[in-house]
């Protein structure tokens, strides 16, 4: 029985805190193995009345879904866990420890009973400055021209510049803010940290581009990839694992055509791959001819 469906057999609809704590009764009977009242209670603060009338409220919503250890005075999923309101995925448990590594939570911020031993490769930190962020964002927010001293890797020297953003990207490694450039009269994409000043945003000057008409951010280009045909087979069946290939050892890829170069970049499918030992290029692409003319080149 889904959700919905549940949602149409109460006379009302849940509230979002009520749903918030049912989600999160499940994520720790999931993966933790174990579920108490007093987990609500040091989540969210609610009153231990409160908790049992949602415990007892689960329990009536996916009877059977929760079995009590007398043993360890605690409750544990049953053979037939199905949860109702946390969807499974391994993501659920990685993405917040990502969080932890990133400095963007702190533990109680997330939904982790107890916080494994783990490391994240670090990476160089992105010197963006608050206040350029606060000009940019302002002008997404209000369709805005923004004046600003940008440092282009084709220039010796630093210049200003109206560029008028229009949405933010992250390439795995830096962020971007998309923005018509009025100097070239083109989309393009400016490295948040390259932007040295910025004069702020005009209530006046207003951008004279739409976003729609940024064909390349609109528009997507789909990478196709599989494992590098120089492995064996026992290799290429773990990376087909990896990337979540399918039977053909194909795995899709759809990215904006804005984004491409830099995924291809990300993933090492930028170059040659009998540049590199099949054992570090791993992966190639099965339609690098189409894929390549997006950019205007021809198959690596």
Known sequence: MTVQNLYRKRSFPLRHGTEARYEFLEYRAYWHGRFNRSDLITQFGV????????FKAYQDL???????????????????????????????????LLSLAAGAVEPSGTW???????????????????EVLRSVVRGL???LAVEVLYQSMSAPEPGWRWIEPHALAHDGFRWHVRAFCQRSGTFKDFVLSRILDVRTASEKRHARSTPADD???????????????????????????????????????TVRKSMLYYTLKRFGLDTDPEARRPQDQQIVLANAAEVFAHLGRTET
């Open 112 to 130: 982790l009973k107890t916080i494994p031993e783990f490391h994240v490769s670090p990476m160089p930190a992105r010197g963006v400055s608050p």
């Open 215 to 253: 064909a390349a951010w609109h528009s997507t280009v789909t990478l196709q990839i599989c494992p590098h045909p120089a492995l064996s087979q026992a290799q290429r069946t773990a990376i087909r694992q990896d990337y979540g290939m399918d039977e053909a050892g194909l795995a899709e890829i």
């Open 47 to 54: 009153s231990q009345t409160q908790a049992s009338m949602d």
């Open 62 to 96: 996916a009877p059977g879904n929760l079995v009590y250890d007398g043993t360890e005075r605690t409750y544990r999923p049953s053979d037939r866990f199905r949860p109702l309101f946390f969807q499974i995925s391994a993501d659920s448990y990685l993405l917040p």
């Open 141 to 143: 927010e209000y369709a």
